[in-house]
């Protein structure tokens, strides 16, 4: 597939790779990546998400990071997730091994990046990040990866091996029909401003952590 085209409108709704594009991107540890970026038509909630593709040569069960956008930690490196550094480590790993980053517009678990700044005050009197979701009438988390098997299915990957903490993921994808043949855990990225944060994920949607004090996984 050339990675200069552009796809006219296609009549049906069936999701289907709309452009790619070459994208070259710096690593965290300083190397360059040739990557290439695909957008998409017809995926089910309208949203941009993307799809970006590293490394060379194509595995059986390829390497797939589902990635929610996060604002406040991916671009402006906030403190109070992981998630920006989770996005990084993905990277590198996705460029030394090849694979896939779907990088979701789900901000917030889904509820919006003005609704989880609201989130965030009401952790500062003390929510956990679960409890101040509910208090904004959010469900615990909203994300549906409905899309994401959509674009998995565009590029003709119906088995991957993903990189997740997070067992909804796996859950989701394997009943839209993606076979998900083996999970790599990220890193555990915890520090003094997101361990109460992490510690929540572990406790309400039993993320596969490590955390400092733990003894055993969640």
């Known amino acids: 597939m050339s990675t200069s085209c552009v796809h006219a409108v296609p009549l049906d709704k069936t999701p289907r790779v709309r452009t790619t594009a ?35 040569g194509e595995a ?14 991916d671009v402006l490196g906030s403190a109070r997730c ?3 550094p989770q996005l990084q480590e993905s990277l590198t790993r996705l460029h030394e091994e090849g694979g896939y980053l779907l990088y979701m517009r789900q901000e917030g678990r889904g509820i919006g990046l003005y609704a989880k700044l609201d989130a965030y005050r009401l952790q500062e009197q003390g929510h956990d990040t679960y409890a101040a979701n509910r ?6 988390d909203e994300r549906d990866y409905t899309a994401a098997a959509e674009m998995l299915k565009a590029l003709g ?6 990189i997740t903490n ?20 990220t890193g555990v990225f915890s520090g003094r401003h997101n361990l109460r944060y992490l510690e929540a994920k572990v406790r309400h949607t039993r993320h596969t952590l490590v955390l400092p004090g733990a003894t055993e996984e969640a």
């Not at 208090?135 to 615990?140: I, R, T």
Request: hydrophobic residues 40%.
């Open 60 to 73: 059986e069960a390829p390497l797939v990071r589902l990635h929610s956008e996060c604002t406040t930690g």
């Open 22 to 56: 070459q994208l070259p991107i710096h690593l965290a540890d300083g190397r360059e990546a040739a990557g290439v970026m695909y957008s998409f038509h017809g995926l089910s909630d309208g949203k941009e998400h993307f799809v970006l593709r590293l490394g060379a």
């Open 82 to 84: 992981d998630c920006g």
């Open 135 to 140: 208090a904004l009438g959010h469900g615990d």
């Open 166 to 185: 997070n067992p909804d993921k796996r859950a989701q994808l394997e009943a839209l029909g993606i076979e998900v043949a083996g999970v790599r855990p």
């Open 157 to 162: 990957l119906t088995r991957i091996t993903l």
